[in-house]
């Protein structure tokens, strides 16, 4: 199965907001809420940010947000902070494969 | 504490097999689907494999499907992936991680491990 969509990086300055895209198909992001949202810094391991399309796990910060529409998922992250520099990573459930996928990862650079 | 330990990985010729396994403790680890993660060096991750919290159903990624097992062991608490027929792109960090909610199995992974490194080369 092809990894979900992603912009490559982008960059914000702090305090800033920026949404960061998954694109998908009809097999994926189009047709499941089972989409969750990931951020790694490096050498780390990855941190669950958002499951189920919008909701957040306990502990994790109210500047995260996310939403669909279509087949494209969305991570809204507001107020940047210097610490929000990272990767983040989309996932979603297919039925391409009846196995999950994941996009290919943004970059997010605090400038 | 939630803790997550993956061991096993370790240089491997290609074609060759390997057994990883994951030890979990801190949680009730029969009542958790568990799913392994990888994601080969300087890239980006990669879904490999999923087993539900009772074992009786199991998923796999298109590219590993036919060659690689998942299993689970809730007498010891761990979880299992063979690989066989290893190819150089299987060389990877290999995650294994914990499903978020008791009984579901969402892909939404709330714990991950550290990570075991398998390298695949003559």
């Known amino acids: 199965q092809s990894a979900l969509t992603q912009p490559a990086s982008v960059s914000g300055s702090p305090g800033q907001s920026i949404t960061i895209s998954c694109t998908g198909t009809?097999?994926?992001?189009?047709?499941?809420?089972?989409v969750s949202w990931y951020q790694q810094h490096p050498g780390k391991a990855p941190k669950l940010l958002i499951y189920?399309?919008?909701n957040r796990p306990s502990g994790v910060s109210n500047r995260f947000s996310g939403s669909k529409s279509g087949s494209t998922a969305s991570l809204t992250i507001s107020g940047l902070q210097a610490e929000d520099e990272a990767d983040y990573y989309c996932?979603?459930?297919?039925?391409?494969?009846?196995?999950?996928?994941f996009g290919g990862g943004t970059k997010l650079t605090v400038l | 504490e939630v803790q997550l330990v993956e061991s096993g990985g370790g240089l491997v010729q290609p074609g060759g097999s390997l057994r990883l396994s994951c030890a979990a403790s801190?949680?009730?680890?029969?009542?958790?689907?568990m799913h392994w993660v990888r994601q080969a060096p300087g890239k980006g991750l990669e879904y490999v494999s999923a087993?539900?919290?009772?074992?009786?159903?199991?998923y796999y990624a298109n590219s590993v499907k036919g060659r690689f097992t998942i299993s689970r062991d809730s007498s010891k608490n761990t979880l299992y992936l063979q690989m066989g027929s290893l190819r150089a792109e299987d060389m990877a960090v290999y995650y294994c991680?914990?499903?978020?909610?008791?009984?579901?199995?969402?892909?939404?992974?709330?714990?991950w491990g550290q990570g075991t490194l398998v390298t695949v080369s003559s």
């Open positions: 991680a914990r499903e978020l909610a008791v009984g579901a199995t969402k892909g939404h992974l709330d714990y």
């Open positions: 801190g949680f009730t680890f029969s009542s958790y689907a």
């Open positions: 087993i539900s919290s009772n074992g009786g159903s199991t």
């Open positions: 009809s097999s994926d992001v189009g047709s499941y809420d089972l």
């Open positions: 189920d399309v919008s």
């Open positions: 996932s979603s459930y297919t039925s391409s494969s009846t196995s999950w996928v």
